[in-house]
């Protein structure tokens, strides 16, 4: 089942295949080892990246096994999610897998089915092939045997029904037996409902429908002369990610991979982080897809109403249910066999003081871009007012912080300047409004925020902005502080603290996060947005080649598919942590923007 792409589960070396509601994790041998059902916080049908059974025991998989296989490619259709596999047997046997979750405009509206479609087709010689079709519910359990129907198996997976729809003869799937491939064969796995036609004509239609929805957004984006392919890819992996439905933008569609080998640092990231999600429709915008950056903002409006009377979360599930209780699953080893295994994320209820600034700083767009549908108004202001006294009234009170610390709260930095960087957008909003008391109110509010940031977070005895209050040590969201607006990129106070975080965080090519002790000692692996905040800050320096070569390097660190996960080895470059994380697919946009050259400079 493996073949010469290794044991199933093993690797981050993985294809996402999505649409906006559901997304799945396909390895080099065209197996499916992860995927949520009915959407990305729910339930892990396919399971098998987490699960260290023996080859061929997998639970949670939709394998696709050519025996004798001894040669596999893969890779996306040009500027599509469309996955491509083709396997080569050790007799002349060839066959391609087309993976694929539809998404186009269908009768005047975007139709994303929670539907896996996979085709079959024979290229050349006699292969023979075995489909297993092994889905899992509540984390790794077994389901009964499928229920047969005329054209189908339909899968009882606790509270939720799933079908394949296949012009393959049942038996075949539903009992594993190989068979000879001469025809294409059509798999069509998801909601459990009819198709009214032939599975084969859907599924092409549905494949060659989606590669041009796909090739058409890709159209309209405005991306860099420069690593335009790196530059798409990403900005096609942060729209996967992104939910249609309500707009929430899940940081990796994974649950649980280790920040580093052994470590513990095992988290659930399939929800909302409002910072995260700030990130990725800057980004987006940055490109012009300025759809993703309105359904986040009407996703962020309908959390801010409650602010009022609660605080604000950092994270929210996709349907802005504001519970997440982390609890650990048994069920699952865990990937490699490196538990625990988690559900939810306890982060939900921790106090993260930057989460306003990033909130507002989102909300901004709607005052500014004339491209939005919905444009801010009064009313939204007063909103987003509510968000800026509460950054005003913690902006000097201890959190956990943007690395979300368990076992301990200070007063950051990073977090106190977010604070300031509500209160300075809100002065500049007001002022668009053409609100002169209100955005008087605002500077001033900023202005005393910017002191206390000043006094308390610079240190004169490092000759740098430190980490947090009353310390002296240093973490890699420093490099923010331009990009935020707070420095002036030739400040010496900013010039000085890129330094100190170049001689003290970088390990090889890599920053790391932090590198003193946290809840689980000292950490093992370079967080990886971190060192695209220190190529964006080479930049602002005036280093541009150095970061340039950096950023070239950076990007030799991306599996076959152009991905990222969230952490990485600094000595081998394995990929390490929750993947595909979306702040590092974030990365490869923004230093691509920065670093290239102009257009009008090209030719």
Same mark, same amino acid.
């Given at each position: 089942m493996t073949g010469p792409g290794g044991a199933i589960g093993r690797s981050l070396d993985l294809a996402l295949i999505g649409n906006g509601r559901i997304a799945l994790l396909v390895d080099a041998m065209a197996n499916v080892v992860w995927g949520c059902f009915p959407q990305f916080d729910g339930d892990p049908v396919f399971c098998a990246l987490l699960d260290a059974a023996q080859p061929g025991e997998e639970r949670g998989v939709h394998g696709i096994v050519l025996e004798d296989c001894v040669r596999a490619s893969q890779a996306y259709r040009r500027n599509t999610a469309v996955l491509v596999t083709r396997l080569v047997d050790a007799h002349g046997g060839e066959i391609e897998v087309i993976d694929c979750i539809p998404r186009f405009a269908q009768h005047g509206r975007l139709y994303q089915p929670v539907v896996h479609v996979r085709q079959l087709r024979r290229l050349a010689g006699s292969p023979r092939v075995t489909v297993r079709l092994r889905p899992a519910y509540h984390w790794g359990h077994r389901p009964p045997p499928p229920a047969r129907g005329s054209s189908h198996l339909r899968y009882t997976l606790g509270e939720q029904s799933l079908r394949l729809t296949t012009d393959a003869p049942l038996a075949t799937i539903a009992e594993e037996k190989p068979f000879l491939l001469q025809d294409d064969v059509t798999l069509i796995f998801g909601e459990d409902a009819t198709i009214p036609e032939a599975p084969r004509e859907l599924a092409r239609r549905f494949i060659d429908e989606t590669t041009d929805a796909w090739r058409d957004w890709v159209r309209r984006?405005?991306? /860099?002369?420069?690593?335009?392919? &790196?530059?798409?890819? *990403? @900005?096609?992996?942060?729209?996967?990610?992104? !939910?249609?439905?309500?707009?929430?933008?899940? *940081? @990796?569609?994974? !649950? !649980?991979? /280790? &920040?580093? @080998?052994? !470590?513990g640092r095992n988290w659930d990231y399939r929800y909302c982080w409002l910072r995260d999600g700030y990130f990725v429709i800057n980004a987006l915008n940055r490109l012009n897809a300025t759809g993703t950056m309105e359904g986040f903002l009407r996703y962020l409006v309908n959390i801010a109403a409650d602010a009022a009377t609660s605080p604000l979360q950092p994270v929210y599930r996709i349907d802005g249910d504001p519970a997440l209780a982390e609890s650990v699953v048994p069920t699952l080893p865990g990937y490699r066999g490196m538990g625990p295994v988690r559900l939810g994320n306890d982060a939900y209820r921790q106090v993260q003081n930057d989460v306003y600034g990033a909130a507002v700083l989102a909300a901004t767009h709607a005052f500014f871009d004339a491209r939005l549908t919905e444009r801010g108004d009064e009313a939204l202001f007063a909103r987003l007012e509510v968000l800026g006294q509460r950054a005003l009234e913690c902006h000097a009170l201890p959190d956990a912080g943007i690395w979300e610390y368990r076992g301990r709260a200070r007063v950051h930095t990073f977090s106190s300047v977010m604070c300031w960087a509500a209160c300075d957008r809100l002065a500049r909003i007001a002022a668009r409004l053409g609100l002169a008391a209100r955005a008087a109110r605002w500077q001033a509010d900023a202005a005393r925020i910017r002191d206390f940031i000043d006094r308390e977070c610079w240190s004169a005895q490092r000759g740098a902005f430190v980490a947090g209050v009353g310390g002296d040590d240093l973490d890699a969201s420093l490099l923010r502080l331009t990009d935020l607006g707070y420095c002036r990129p030739d400040d010496p106070r900013?010039? @000085?603290?890129?330094? *100190?975080?170049?001689?003290?965080l970088k390990r090889g090519n890599f920053i790391f996060r932090y590198v003193d002790d946290d809840d689980f000692g000292a950490p093992a692996n370079a967080f990886v947005v971190c060192t695209f905040w220190f190529v964006n800050a080479l930049a602002a320096i005036g280093r541009r080649d150095e970061a340039r070569a950096l950023f070239d390097s950076l990007l030799q660190a991306r599996n076959r598919h152009g991905l990222l996960a969230e952490h990485l080895d600094a000595a081998t470059r394995e990929p390490w942590g929750n993947f595909v994380q979306t702040y590092s697919m974030v990365g490869i946009i923004d230093c691509a923007i920065r670093l290239s050259m102009p257009w009008d400079d090209a030719f």
């Open positions: 984006l405005a991306i /860099p002369f420069e690593w335009q392919d &790196e530059v798409i890819r *990403a @900005a096609i992996t942060l729209k996967q990610n992104a !939910s249609d439905d309500t707009g929430a933008i899940v *940081a @990796a569609v994974t !649950s !649980s991979i /280790p &920040e580093a @080998a052994g !470590s900013y010039v @000085a603290t890129v330094l *100190a975080i170049e001689r003290e």
